[in-house]
């Protein structure tokens, strides 16, 4: 237990002296502790028996949003649009738009709250007028009454605007309620979290106090294997050319004849890629004729010389033979 928890623990059981209960959220306000804090130090005054009993509670707890915020500090944007109407000649509507945040809530609320209106002005332009002398900023002082509103059902339809509009936000808060235990005492003992080997060789463990053990802590995280770099990379490549549209190739197909893992790829029938040290080749069966002879034939004048794609070729007599041998 840290200096900082022993504090905090040490005026939880000074404040439940005194009171019945203690509820660990408003005790954290008024101790200017963090609630964390006060969960920890709750905690540790569990490990030591039945000093305290606590039950853990959640309860709902709203909140204002940043817009919320400045809703309460500067008014809602209706009633500041309302605020830079010109009570006498009106405002020019685009001029308006750009003079409050969020001006398109802030018209249409204004609209239907029956604040404002549309005419023409003296000038014959379109302008927005005051049809009210004064408002009542009902947003901002719900908001300002939050507490209020909240446990008030009459509210309800104000408090779904509200919630609407995302002025307001719900947070879950889990607490403790904490009470007294049958072995409550404000002066507590610190209780040892190990045995050692100089507790044992001078017998002082038999008068000592240890913390129960937790059989259902975690233990330390263990180390686990990796992906190797190459192998993120390829796992990278696979999911780019998926999301493109290829398919993979069926994983029982390892046995292809060389026509189809080198010929029709175009590759030299002499490139050292095809010397048996880089590919294995088949004893049994030896040979493959499951290919089409027309495109066979294709693939022959391209390697020879060219076909009619241009090239010059690999101008190199080609074997059909090689074709037939069968490689892994």
């Known amino acids: 237990m840290s200096n900082f928890t022993e504090e ?16 660990s959220y408003e005790f954290s306000h008024r101790a200017n502790i963090d609630h964390q804090v006060i969960v920890g130090a709750i905690k540790s005054l569990l490990v030591l028996g039945e000093v305290i009993d606590a039950q853990q509670l959640q309860t709902d707890n709203w909140e204002l949003t940043v817009e919320g915020q400045d809703v309460v500090s500067n008014g809602s944007y209706e009633a500041r649009l309302w605020g830079e109407v010109d009570a006498i000649q009106g405002t020019l509507q685009q001029e308006l738009m750009n003079k409050v ?31 009210v002398e004064s408002i009542t900023d009902t947003t901002r002082v719900l908001l300002c009454q939050l507490s209020v509103v909240l446990n008030d059902t009459a509210y309800a339809e104000q408090l779904k605007e509200l919630k609407k509009r995302k002025l307001i936000d719900k947070s879950v808060i889990k607490h403790y309620v904490v009470t007294k235990g049958s072995q409550f005492t404000v002066d507590i003992d610190r209780l040892e979290s190990e045995l050692t080997s100089e507790m044992i060789q001078s017998g002082s463990w038999k008068s000592m106090r240890f913390k129960a053990y937790n059989f259902d802590a975690q233990g330390p995280p263990i180390d686990s294997g990796h992906l190797h770099p190459l192998m993120k990379v390829r796992a990278e490549i696979r999911e780019i050319f998926l999301e493109m549209g290829f398919t993979e190739m069926p994983t029982n197909n390892f046995v292809e004849s060389s026509f189809w893992n080198f010929d029709a790829l175009f590759q030299p029938q002499q490139h050292p890629a095809r010397d048996c040290h880089d590919t294995f080749f088949l004893k049994d069966p030896m040979y493959s004729r499951d290919f ?37």
């Open 292 to 328: 089409p002879l027309d495109f066979a034939e294709k693939v022959k004048a391209v390697h020879e010389n060219g076909g009619d794609t241009g090239s010059i070729g690999c101008i190199v007599k080609y074997r059909i033979i090689a074709l037939l041998i069968l490689s892994v």
């Open 8 to 23: 905090a623990a040490s005026r939880i059981l000074k404040c439940l002296a005194e009171e019945s209960s203690v509820n």
């Open 101 to 131: 945040p969020n001006s398109t809530i802030g018209f249409n609320k204004a609209m239907a709250c029956g604040w404002i209106c549309i005419g023409k002005g003296i000038d014959g332009e379109l302008r927005v007028f005051r049809k």
